[in-house]
């Protein structure tokens, strides 16, 4: 798994509540128009770049990279079989997600 900014994780302990609230608004805008997972990263990594922010590029990045890399892989699930396909997910995640 990245590694979470120290920042992140203190607001996220202090204010557990607003940052739930804040997920789940990120959740009900994608839900709310046409956009998959895929297409809202390459937005919001727009939006990320456009800001100059760093630390948003490299999460948004990372998570239309996984997401598209995971989707190729489960399309192959009625082809070769779902342990072929979940081997395959857990070694592209050791590469996407990499242990600090």
Do not use: C
């Not at 995971?70 to 192959?76: E, G, I, S, T, W």
């Amino acid at each position: 798994m990245a590694k979470v900014p120290a920042n992140y994780t203190w607001i996220n302990s202090t204010f557990g509540k607003a940052m739930k609230s804040h997920e789940r608004l990120g959740q009900e805008l994608l839900a709310a128009g046409p956009l998959g997972r895929k297409q809202a990263q390459l937005v919001q990594l727009a939006a990320a770049a456009a800001v100059r922010s760093e630390g948003a590029v490299h999460s948004h990045v990372k998570r239309a990279l996984k997401a598209k890399i995971d989707h190729a892989l489960l399309l192959l699930t009625s082809t070769i079989g779902f342990p072929a396909v979940s081997a395959a997910l857990s070694w592209a995640r050791e590469i996407i997600e990499p242990k600090s």
